[in-house]
């Protein structure tokens, strides 16, 4: 490997560090981390973006790096984990900062899966001289940014399943064997359990079916301790509306629970409303709450991460219909027997975990695997 090989990894590497500073404060923007070395090789400025603080990145870089090193960012180098914009939206394109200082080198670990920008930011920098390197790291980049390019293609949030499960597949005893809410029968260990709230804190909404509520009673937060932008959306889908109205969620809720059910009763509805919970109504499949609308009602309001942490019926659903993009199962070594509630049922078709991704939580495993590539086909090819 050559020595600007062994740099360009080096200071990528750094990029992706500050890029994770803005993990849940940057929705519905992509995360992005920034670095500017002047002419001579030297770190003069560095940057990552957070949305109520608007600059984007690079200009948090470049400002700081014009207050250290003047002139000499002429020549100089920028390493960005995603490439720069050449379009207007709330801030200038950030295309045209880096122009205007004379930097020489812009090297991006992977193109903007935004169609308004996708290839055309390199592009323009490219027209102006500036030499383009994409692809340095480009799988850590897009992993960090599945949510957006999922939201920015297709209005719809980049959905992780995750399930807690036994070795035979099996989510909760028996009917009737389940002490109830009061004393919950965990199947994961306290290690594992807390590698959720990590997941929680990166995703913009969690999701449950009203029967988990009705069984378990959660509270469905954010308890990482982050910092986060917007509180976590705690949504119920719960076609026949069957939410107790003294649930841990209806208590806690502040306009930040959200069920889609198909039900008209309107009485029930204003109750729920009436608590700080909204109530959004669909049309009903099946007699069910329509799944693929879900998502781009939740694409309309901007959530790009959704973790579901759903039972038998809506794991099953949604696997088969496709609607899964990541999938992150828990598994304990325990077994349950047959009849054990199971984790899915009647698949309508197979589901095969690829590059699949092995943790340890003590003696629990995570087993964590993409089924669904967001990002544009077409950026497949490393372009140099």
Aim: glycine share 8%.
């Amino acid at each position: 490997m050559s020595d600007q090989a062994t740099k360009d990894l080096y200071w990528m590497r750094r990029a992706l560090e500050l890029a994770q500073r803005g993990i849940g404060l940057c929705s519905p923007n992509p995360v992005v981390g920034c670095v500017i070395l002047d002419r001579a090789g030297q770190v003069v400025g560095e940057g990552w973006h957070e949305y109520d603080l608007i600059d984007h990145a690079e200009v948090v870089a470049l400002r700081e790096a014009r207050e250290h090193a003047g002139e000499r960012l002429h020549g100089g180098t920028a390493y960005v984990t995603l490439e720069p914009c050449n379009h207007q939206g709330r801030t200038p394109p950030c295309t045209g900062s880096f122009i205007e200082t004379g930097l020489k080198r812009v090297v991006a670990a992977t193109i903007d899966p935004n169609p308004n920008v996708a290839g055309h930011g390199a592009d323009a920098m490219k027209a102006a001289g500036i030499e383009v390197s994409l692809g340095i790291r480009q799988a850590e980049a897009r992993r960090l940014n599945e949510g957006f390019a999922r939201w920015s293609q297709h209005k719809r949030p980049f959905v992780l399943m995750k399930v807690a499960m036994s070795l035979d597949g099996r989510i909760a005893p028996p009917p009737g064997h389940h002490a109830g809410p009061a004393a919950p029968y965990w199947i994961t260990s306290e290690l594992a359990r807390a590698a959720v709230q990590p997941l929680r804190w990166h995703a913009d909404a969690a999701m449950v079916g009203v029967d988990t509520v009705v069984a378990d009673d959660p509270m469905l937060t954010d308890r990482s301790g982050l910092r986060r932008r917007r509180p976590l959306l705690r949504i119920v889908l719960d076609s026949g509306l069957r939410m107790p109205l003294d649930a841990k969620m209806v208590k806690t809720a502040q306009n930040d629970v959200l069920i889609f059910t198909v039900s008209a009763d309107q009485a029930r509805i204003d109750e729920l409303r009436k608590r700080g919970v909204r109530v959004e109504v669909l049309p009903a499949e099946a007699g069910r709450v329509p799944l693929g609308k879900v998502l781009d009602v939740l694409g309309e309001e901007g959530i790009l991460n959704l973790l579901t942490e759903t039972g038998t019926r809506l794991n099953t659903a949604m696997l088969s219909a496709g609607l899964v993009d990541r999938i992150h199962l828990f598994v304990a070594p325990q077994i349950m027997g047959s009849d054990a509630v199971p984790a899915f049922r009647g698949m309508a078709r197979f589901v095969h975990m690829e590059a699949v991704e092995v943790e340890r939580y003590g003696n629990d495993i995570g087993l964590c695997s993409l089924l669904k590539d967001p990002w544009p086909h077409e950026s497949d090819e490393v372009k140099k």
